[in-house]
C-alpha cells in the first residue's frame, strides 16, 4: 500500500488545531488541539529545542497516525511542507517506525507536493473545516510519550 500525507493548519500556527491525514483505497487522519501543540511548544523552548518543535512534532503525528498499518504500508510520501527539513522528519519518524517495524526501509519515506487533488489533502482539510469529523483527537499526554522517554 502507497499511502500520500497531508497536513492542514500547520503545526506552527499553535492558535489553531492541526490535522494530519492519509490516503490510499483507505484513509484515516489525526487532530491534535492547538492548546496541546503549545504544550509541547513550551517543553522544547525549555530544553532549548524550539527549532526543532515542528520537525519533530510532525513526525510524531505522522507516525501515530500509521503505526497502524505499518504492516500493509510499503511507501509513503509525505506532502513537502517544510523544504530543507525532509532528514530531520525522516530520522524522527524513522525512529518510532523502527519499533514497530524494524524491516521498513527508510528510502520508502518520500517527500514531494501532493498537491490539492490528493485523497489525503480532501480528508485533512475537510477535517480542518469541520466538514468531517477526525478518526482519532490526540491527548497532550499521548503524544509527549514519545518525547519523554
Known amino acids: 500500500m502507497n499511502i500520500e500525507i497531508d497536513q492542514s493548519l500547520k503545526i506552527e500556527c499553535t ?45 510524531v503525528l505522522i507516525f501515530i497516525l500509521i503505526k497502524d498499518y505499518l504492516n500493509k504500508i510499503t511507501e509513503i510520501i509525505i506532502d513537502e511542507e517544510y523544504p530543507g527539513k525532509n532528514k530531520i522528519i525522516t530520522d524522527s519518524l524513522m525512529r518510532e517506525i523502527k519499533n514497530v517495524k524494524p524491516d521498513f526501509d527508510r528510502s520508502n519515506i518520500i517527500f514531494q507536493q501532493i498537491g490539492k487533488n490528493s485523497k489525503a489533502h480532501f480528508v485533512a482539510w475537510g477535517v480542518a473545516m469541520n466538514k468531517k469529523l477526525p478518526d482519532r483527537v490526540l491527548g497532550l499526554k499521548e503524544i509527549l510519550k514519545f518525547f519523554i522517554k
Open 15 to 59: 492558535e489553531k488545531d492541526t490535522v494530519v491525514a492519509f490516503s490510499d483505497h483507505i484513509f484515516a487522519s489525526i487532530l491534535i488541539r492547538a492548546k496541546d501543540k503549545r504544550e509541547i511548544q513550551k517543553i522544547f523552548r525549555n530544553i532549548n529545542q524550539s527549532k526543532v518543535f515542528v520537525y519533530k512534532l510532525f513526525a
